[in-house]
């Protein structure tokens, strides 16, 4: 079974604020995909970023940076100089190579930016 | 540009209605999904198709039913809708293959009274 983890579930910075949401997941498969959404105001998720498990490379996107660690099952977003634009849910997803390659979400954080 | 659209962003409808919700995508994708969201549970898999006239169950698919006749379109189908019901239902397509990138249509609200 799959599983992911995201503790925080309401988070409220101040604009210019750097800010870490946690991703702890858990599956049994060597080979597994790691995703980012976000979900703004309007509703629809939109893709961030995805990560298999053979790279641990952390990556860096503008503001935007992840940090994946296989040792501790964790694959961590960081917001960096927060702007009001960031407030949004944002969920961790899990993805193996199993018929229909099937989405297990985390149950969010709500990120507040207040000006 | 892809796209996802789904027939409607808010519904209500009574208890014991049936209740059609309507997904279309516009990539050629084989593999669509239908998931709901409920506030601290994130988004969780209803029903899945990987291809016309295929389906799979997701981890909750009690009370609901699915239909793919094209490759286009996923309906979601509450045969007699009840309260628990009431969500955000939200749709979904992608590739057939390795786990890619899923797009996401914009939700559909539903309030079952």
């Known amino acids: 079974a799959q599983k992911v983890t995201q503790a925080q579930t309401e988070i409220s910075v101040v604009e210019k604020e750097d800010v870490t949401l946690d991703c702890v997941y858990e599956?049994?498969?060597?080979?597994?995909?790691l995703f980012w959404y976000k979900q703004p105001p309007s509703g629809e998720l939109v893709f961030l970023i995805r990560r298999n498990s053979f790279d641990e490379q952390n990556e860096i996107s503008g503001r935007y940076s992840w940090n994946f660690q296989k040792s501790t099952s964790s694959f961590n977003f960081t917001i960096t100089a927060s702007q009001v634009v960031d407030s949004a849910v944002y969920f961790c997803?899990?993805?193996?190579?199993?018929?229909?390659?099937?989405?297990?979400f985390g149950g969010g954080t709500r990120l507040m930016v207040k000006p | 540009d892809v796209k996802v659209t789904q027939s409607s962003r808010y519904l209500v409808k009574r208890t014991g209605e049936k209740v059609f919700l309507e997904c279309v995508q516009d990539?050629?994708?084989?593999?669509m999904f239908w998931y709901r969201q409920d506030p601290g549970l994130g988004l969780r898999l209803i029903y899945f198709s990987y291809d016309v006239k295929m389906k799979e169950k997701g981890d909750i698919p009690e009370g609901y039913s699915v239909s793919r006749e094209k490759k286009e379109r996923f309906s979601l189908i509450l045969e007699s809708a009840s309260t628990n019901q009431t969500s955000m239902y939200l749709c979904?397509?992608?590739?057939?293959?390795?786990?890619?990138?899923?797009?996401f249509g914009p939700g559909t609200r539903l309030t079952v009274l």
């Open positions: 997803a899990l993805s193996t190579n199993n018929a229909g390659n099937m989405l297990t």
């Open positions: 990539m050629d994708h084989e593999n």
């Open positions: 599956t049994r498969d060597t080979t597994y995909y």
């Open positions: 979904a397509s992608k590739l057939a293959g390795p786990p890619d990138t899923q797009y």
